[in-house]
């Protein structure tokens, strides 16, 4: 039996699909379905029933899951411990954040590091989903929602303001009971930061929604509404905040990491660099406020 077959079969398992499986693997659906097969050639026993138009895992195949599942830990612990002996501060450093936030914030400040430590390589991953620390998919993760797994080593890194923004020139000719909106999409639909500005609507209605807060910032500016931003996406963009007079909605973020990797050099190293260089506001100052006149 080889742990490669045992480790394709494991991703699809957990995903459900071969397409999720390859995708979460780095490789061909049809790797994962060969692997499989060579998985149930070696062991003589079926995994999967391939009868339906979706496959499905056997008995036999749900109890080796499990099994695969507790290897491809243990795996993953081995190497972060490796990881972890080594010294110096050289090699790759994988951190993942929201696309917004990881452009506006991280970006500008990690540019930085690169002087201070020229043998560090940082790979920056702005993606909406949570990357698997457990899994090596990444080193480090900002998140704006509490780590509740006992394994990570959570940082409040900074706050983020969130506030009602639009063009000054949409608020001045528009009567705030004719307020078009713009919502989140996607996998901020449920968000704080939505549930906020839904808070806000009344009676007035969506007019646009983006998963991407960078599109609903621009749609904000060419005055198709107000949007619930970040104050650090709004820097240098004609947005003022449309209710001055309202509190704005606070979210914590947090450095995230394996417990196993909190003492790596180079992990420690860009820990740091990001605790001392990023401001608690995320070195934004929000824009002037929009004022009705009297």
């Known amino acids: 039996m080889e742990w490669d077959d045992l480790r394709h079969f494991a991703a699809f398992a957990e995903k459900g699909s071969l397409l999720a499986a390859a995708r979460q693997l780095g490789v061909e659906h049809a790797t994962i379905s060969r692997r499989i097969e060579a998985l149930e050639a070696s062991l003589k026993v079926k995994l999967v029933d391939r009868r339906g138009r979706r496959l499905a895992l056997t008995p036999e195949g749900e109890r080796i899951a499990v099994v695969a599942r507790g290897m491809e830990v243990e795996s993953h612990a081995v190497r972060r411990i490796a990881d972890a002996a080594q010294a110096g501060l050289t090699g790759d450093v994988t951190i993942t954040a929201p696309p917004a936030l990881a452009a506006h914030v991280l970006a500008p400040h990690l540019a930085r590091l690169g002087a201070a430590h020229p ?28 780590p509740e797994d006992p394994e990570l080593v959570r940082v409040k890194l900074m706050e983020i303001a969130f506030r009602p923004y639009a063009n000054p020139a949409y608020l001045s000719r528009t009567k705030r009971e004719d307020w078009i909106f713009i919502a989140s999409d ?32 621009n749609l904000a500016v060419g005055s198709a509404g107000v949007a619930m931003l970040p104050d650090f996406i709004v820097q240098g963009l004609p947005l003022t905040n449309a209710l001055p007079d309202a509190s704005p909605l606070i979210r914590d973020v947090f450095l995230v990491m394996h417990g196993d990797m909190q003492h790596t050099p180079r992990i420690r190293a860009v820990v740091d660099h990001l605790r001392q260089s990023i401001p608690r506001d995320g070195q934004t100052q929000p824009p002037p406020a929009h004022r009705p006149a009297s």
């Open 186 to 217: 996607g996998d901020v639909r449920t968000s704080p930061q939505q549930k906020a500005l839904d808070a806000l609507v009344g009676n007035g209605h969506y007019g646009f929604s983006s998963s991407d807060v960078s599109i609903q910032a």
């Open 119 to 146: 043998n560090l390589t940082v790979r920056i991953l702005g993606e909406a989903r949570h990357a698997s620390l457990e899994r090596r998919e990444a080193d480090l993760a900002i998140r704006l929602s509490y």
